[in-house]
């Protein structure tokens, strides 16, 4: 899509993100403009257990889940911000923070972008296999970043039924069981 070119970047609010506004000089030489969530990449992964057949997912509060839908708690995969680090190295330590689970190896599923209409973010999302002697911590989060998240370990079917039953309605975690299923079927439907 030649032609498309941004002229003028501002920033409307400087918090937690950035929200601009952007001008954009279409191929017509018509101009629009459109409000971006400037926002820094995050890592997501799935910590699955193959001989257990469970994951690892977090229920946590999430204020548009509760805005929207009336309920303050969501359930997804371990996640967060890169902060300045590799996807690799964010996603190890979102899964101490959040879950108290040491992962070793990770399982690069791709990098995609969370809502490209709206926000620069981008997820480097990954799989990652644990067996119980990882369970080294709590988990729960960052008291300083009010984050008071509940651990919970699924089996792999029950996880697949709340997908189905649209209990689970977080994009990212929806790929990542989607990824899971793709690259070890061999996990699913021994119920």
């Known amino acids: 899509m ?9 920033t409307v609010y400087d918090g937690w993100r950035k929200l601009l506004k952007v001008t954009v000089e279409m191929p017509d030489g018509r101009t629009m403009t459109r409000e971006v969530l400037n926002s820094t990449d995050a890592a997501a992964v799935l910590p699955y257990d193959p ?36 996807p690799e190295v964010c996603a190890r330590r979102e899964a101490m923070e959040e879950a108290g ?10 990098t995609v972008w969370s809502a490209p209409g709206m926000t620069t973010e981008r997820l480097h999302l990954f799989l990652a296999p644990y067996g119980a002697a990882d369970r080294v911590g709590e988990g729960g989060g ?36 989607q990824a899971l299923q793709l690259r070890h079927p061999e996990l699913f439907g021994r119920d």
């Open 101 to 110: 689970l040491r992962i070793g190896g990770l399982e690069p599923v791709g």
């Open 142 to 177: 960052l008291a300083e970043e009010h984050e008071e998240i509940e651990v919970l370990e699924l089996g792999l079917d029950e996880v697949v039924r709340l997908l189905e039953q649209g209990a689970i309605a977080d994009m990212k975690t929806l790929a990542l069981v």
């Open 2 to 10: 030649a032609g498309y070119r941004i002229r003028q970047v501002e």
């Open 51 to 86: 001989r257990a057949r469970t994951v690892i997912l977090i229920r946590q509060f999430r204020a548009p889940v509760m805005h929207v839908e009336g309920h303050p708690d969501f359930l997804e995969a371990v996640a967060g911000l890169l902060d300045g680090d590799a």
